[in-house]
């Protein structure tokens, strides 16, 4: 049996316990859903209105070179190649993921000339199959997009495989894909990765050198805590930078934007390539707060924000199987910790008002079609009394049966 006071010892125990203190998290609020939106850093605000202020109100346009805007896709981005095993000139951050999914994956299908399939799996995320559906259908159908179960990945790898395109967690269940094992058997069959970050990124330490991946993409408002709609990042391995290509040529993307040429001609040069990834101008406020996301990372061990991520999400399942055993609810996440992101999915066929009834008491988490409750676990700011309290208050939703009531039946527009 574990208790309250279980719960307490470890918060004292937590060396990551001081960070919460750099977060906004409401009072009465238990947020367990900063997988799908990081929260606020207090540095975040201040950040914003100076870059508004002080640089935008005074010095106008003359901010591009004096306050360096104009470097901020590459500073930002150096600061996530830090968090991903990747190096500072690998990582630009641009666009949303989706877009950033499209433009990897016209580069790696062009590397690959003459392989017609794009392998991917049913735990992908849905943006991530469409852009390469609605790529495959610019290219006028010479590419296939075939998508098979996770355990059937290494066996349809074959040789008319260009690309491995995967989100490293999936997004429902949590479960883990192995990286470096994946990478290794694409490689094998002699084709390209795309290894989607989304839900890793800041969440656990990630190796994208050490695993010999291509290319990856990411997320910036998840666990990077960079903002609703804050720019995605695209990870580009150095070996590739000089060969690949990708279709949105803008002014950006140039080899030189301000020399205004007439004809496109990618970024060049070692070190400078990734830029040809870039479209159009930059987001300025939001990569101001983005960056704001990634300098609370600053000092902190990845390694200890897994630990926690990973005890977290055991002292979530093991609170869930003793104090509401016999509700129907089934674990969907593996067990292993070791085999999970940093978030734990139960199923239950009332799984939507169930997760309306929880958020009206406080515990946010979310609900993914057709019957997931996702809790996400943050180390930043979560705590170990925050699981307990969350779990006390879904064992009352259940004995009570506040999700019976009309309310919360209802679908909203964002679930
Ligand atoms: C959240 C998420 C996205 C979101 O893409 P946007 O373009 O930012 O809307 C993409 N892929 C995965 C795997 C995600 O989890």
Same mark, same amino acid.
């Given at each position: 049996?574990?208790?309250?006071?279980?719960?307490?010892?470890?918060? =004292?125990?937590?060396?990551?316990?001081?960070?919460?203190?750099?977060?906004?998290?409401?009072?009465?609020?238990?947020?367990? *859903?900063?997988?799908? !939106?990081?929260?606020?850093? @207090?540095?975040?605000?201040?950040?914003?209105?100076?870059?508004?202020?002080?640089?935008?109100?005074?010095?106008?346009? @003359?901010?591009?070179?004096?306050?360096?805007?104009?470097?901020?896709?590459?500073?930002?981005?150096?600061?996530?190649?830090?968090?991903?095993?990747?190096?500072?000139?690998?990582?630009?951050?641009? *666009?949303?993921?989706?877009?950033?999914?499209? @433009?990897?994956?016209?580069?790696?299908?062009?590397?690959?000339?003459?392989?017609?399939?794009?392998?991917?799996?049913?735990?992908? &995320?849905p943006t991530d199959l469409y852009m390469a559906q609605g790529l495959a259908e610019l290219l006028d159908d010479k590419h296939e997009l075939i998508v098979v179960p996770p355990e059937g990945i290494a066996d349809a790898l074959n040789d008319d495989v260009a690309v491995l395109m995967l989100t490293e967690i999936d997004y429902r269940t949590g479960r883990k894909h192995d990286m470096k094992a994946l990478t290794a058997a694409a490689h094998a069959a002699g084709a390209l990765t795309i290894w989607d970050l989304a839900h890793s990124a800041g969440a656990?330490?990630? *190796? !994208?050198?050490?695993?010999?991946?291509?290319?990856?993409?990411?997320?910036?408002? @998840?666990?990077?805590?960079?903002?609703?709609?804050?720019?995605?990042?695209?990870?580009?391995?150095?070996?590739?930078?000089?060969?690949?290509?990708?279709?949105?040529?803008?002014?950006?993307?140039?080899?030189?934007? &301000?020399?205004?040429?007439?004809?496109?001609?990618?970024?060049?040069?070692?070190?400078?390539?990734?830029?040809?990834?870039?479209?159009?101008?930059?987001?300025? $406020?939001? $990569?101001?707060?983005?960056?704001?996301?990634?300098?609370?990372?600053?000092?902190?061990?990845?390694?200890?924000?897994?630990?926690?991520?990973?005890?977290?999400?055991?002292?979530?399942?093991?609170?869930?199987?003793?104090?509401?055993?016999?509700?129907?609810?089934?674990?969907?996440?593996?067990?292993?910790?070791?085999?999970?992101?940093?978030?734990?999915? &139960?199923?239950?066929?009332?799984?939507?008002?169930?997760?309306?009834?929880?958020?009206?008491?406080?515990?946010?988490?979310? &609900?993914?079609?057709?019957?997931?409750?996702?809790?996400?676990?943050?180390? !930043?700011?979560?705590?170990?009394?925050?699981?307990?309290? =969350?779990?006390?208050?879904?064992?009352?939703?259940?004995?009570?049966?506040?999700?019976?009531?009309?309310?919360?039946?209802?679908?909203?527009?964002?679930?």
């Open positions: 049996m574990t208790s309250l006071a279980d719960c307490w010892a470890m918060d =004292a125990q937590d060396p990551l316990a001081a960070l919460r203190e750099r977060f906004v998290l409401p009072d009465a609020m238990i947020y367990l *859903d900063g997988n799908s !939106l990081g929260a606020l850093p @207090k540095a975040t605000e201040a950040r914003v209105r100076d870059v508004i202020a002080a640089q935008w109100g005074k010095d106008l346009i @003359k901010s591009w070179n004096q306050h360096d805007w104009i470097g901020l896709p590459r500073r930002v981005g150096a600061k996530i190649a830090a968090l991903i095993g990747a190096r500072p000139h690998e990582v630009v951050v641009a *666009d949303s993921t989706s877009l950033n999914v499209f @433009k990897a994956l016209h580069a790696a299908l062009s590397l690959r000339p003459g392989r017609r399939v794009i392998l991917s799996d049913e735990g992908n &995320f656990f330490p990630v *190796d !994208l050198n050490g695993s010999d991946a291509d290319f990856a993409v990411g997320c910036g408002y @998840k666990y990077l805590n960079g903002g609703p709609g804050a720019p995605a990042f695209i990870f580009i391995a150095e070996r590739w930078q000089q060969a690949a290509s990708q279709p949105l040529f803008g002014w950006m993307g140039h080899d030189a934007p &301000f020399a205004f040429d007439l004809d496109y001609r990618p970024r060049q040069g070692p070190g400078e390539s990734i830029d040809r990834f870039l479209v159009g101008t930059p987001p300025i $406020l939001s $990569l101001a707060a983005l960056e704001a996301g990634l300098d609370q990372f600053a000092g902190v061990d990845m390694a200890e924000v897994r630990r926690k991520s990973i005890a977290l999400g055991d002292l979530f399942i093991a609170l869930v199987e003793q104090e509401l055993a016999g509700h129907g609810l089934t674990l969907a996440s593996p067990r292993d910790g070791n085999r999970r992101g940093s978030q734990v999915s &139960f199923r239950h066929p009332e799984g939507y008002p169930i997760m309306q009834a929880l958020i009206a008491r406080g515990v946010v988490g979310d &609900f993914r079609a057709p019957d997931i409750l996702r809790f996400g676990f943050t180390p !930043l700011y979560v705590r170990y009394q925050d699981v307990w309290e =969350a779990v006390q208050r879904l064992r009352v939703v259940m004995v009570e049966q506040d999700w019976q009531r009309p309310e919360y039946r209802r679908r909203a527009a964002v679930t």
